[in-house]
């Protein structure tokens, strides 16, 4: 009986090591960058462009994200950073109207979730990575820059665009997941 204890013991420890370092990856800094309040713009004038060519190259027209070919590509990895950084530079303060804050807050969570996905491919599944008592949590651990603020992906869900009352919302953000709505091969625009 000792026996079994003793195993049990060290079983649920070497469940709980093993979750904590397969959900440990977590970014070390938030993505994007702050930037200086005099370089901060309305989310109006936030350019997409560079996204939507990224979504045009490694988005086909069912969804799917050719994550291999976009990881092993340092260019498009570093144009997907940039973008994020852009998407720093919005100031939450500064006037936009709903359409153009909405194309921001989808496009921005969409954009956090390819990177985050990208950080930890080859991977099974996201669900790998959204540990529920220790470790990392994609949704939760997982921050963008936004001023001079850090959204995680389920702030930006739940605090941000669900709040804004618009139910499409929920075909248009994306949880890198096959059963979730299709990721488009373009950015979403005012």
């Known amino acids: ?47 997409h462009s560079s996204y939507n060519s990224l979504l045009q190259k490694y988005v086909d027209n069912n969804g799917y994200v050719n994550y291999k070919a976009w990881k092993s590509s340092s260019k498009d990895r570093r144009t997907l950073n940039n973008y994020l950084a852009h998407l720093s530079q919005a100031n939450r303060s500064i006037r936009a109207s709903k359409n153009a804050r909405l194309a921001f807050w989808i496009n921005a969570y969409n954009a956090v979730t390819l990177e985050g996905i990208m950080q930890v491919y080859p991977t099974t599944s996201i669900r ?7 470790g990392y949590n994609i949704w939760e651990d997982l921050y963008l820059i936004v001023g001079k603020n850090k959204f995680s992906l389920e ?36």
């Open 155 to 190: 702030q930006i869900e739940h605090k941000i665009l669900r709040k804004m009352k618009e139910p499409r919302i929920h075909f248009a953000i994306v949880c890198a997941s096959v059963g979730c709505p299709r990721l488009m091969n373009k950015a979403y625009t005012a």
């Open 1 to 47: 009986m000792i026996l079994i204890k003793k195993f049990k013991t060290k079983l649920a420890l070497a469940i709980l090591c093993m979750l904590i370092t397969t959900n440990s990856y977590a970014a070390k800094t938030p993505l994007g960058r702050s930037w200086n309040s005099s370089k901060q713009v309305s989310m109006e004038n936030i350019d």
């Open 128 to 134: 790998n990575h959204t540990a529920k008592l220790v």
